[in-house]
């Protein structure tokens, strides 16, 4: 490991009969990631679901290199992986072999299988990664809120207008499997990903951020017809395995990166479930 960062912190897959006898505690271990970020550091987490990393850096009094972890068996950490980076926090740059780009709040930096050396900066910034397997290189791209494929979803009248900004995907910035994006509620709506969806070929994981410290998100998991929440605070991110529900009401409009891999990469292969069907 090139920088002392903390352990990787694994989480073992599941399975949806494990589900109602979880209770809050094993919940909250086995979905919700409850500090990505801490000061001066580098925090990951590996679930075995798709194999997938979620980490976060946050490079308050310095820069701050990524490392890679002793269970990768890697050299360099995207020895074998690619990952989508989105700057949650405040303007921050990542150098990426040498090539600095400039991080605004929301925009996504990607980077691609043998990209050895990779530098957060920024003393406000907040730098979440989402990172899986790949079996290609692709080149790095950044991406600006706005730049990518504009979705506009949902009605006032439901509470659930939003604005999705898909960054990595079939149609945007190529990757291996990961496909990426930022969702932003408007003023007055709550509720994201209802009615909600399952697609069994993806594992997709939501950070959510842009939400008042004093408020929260109420985030439904588990299978339709047996629903399961997680009280979620700002800057906290969810697994949801390929056979879950993904979806939320805040007590407060906010914003969050989904991001997905697995099987394909096709956005609108979902499978919808209607509100009434939810148990
Ligand atoms: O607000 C939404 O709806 C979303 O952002 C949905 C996610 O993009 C998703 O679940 C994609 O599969
Ligand atoms: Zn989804």
Known sequence: MKTPHPPL????ATHPAQVPGFDTAALRGSYLVEEPFTPDTITAVLTHHDRIVLAGARPASGPLTLGTWPELRSEYFLERREAGIVNVGEPGTITV????????TGSCLYAGRGTREVVFEGEGSAFYLFSAAAHTAYPTALIQPGEGNRLELGDQQTANRRTIDQYIHADGVPSCQIVLGVTTLHPGSTWNTMPAHTHDRRTECYLYFGLPE???????????????????ADRQAVISPSWSIHSGVGTSAYSFVWAMAGENQAFADMDGVAVQELR
């Not at 912190?9 to 073992?12: A, C, D, I």
């Open 9 to 12: 912190q694994v989480r073992h």
């Open 97 to 104: 072999d040498g090539t600095k780009y400039e991080l605004t």
């Open 214 to 232: 004093s408020e929260r998100i109420v985030h439904l998991l588990g299978e339709p017809h047996e629903t399961r929440h997680l009280v979620v």
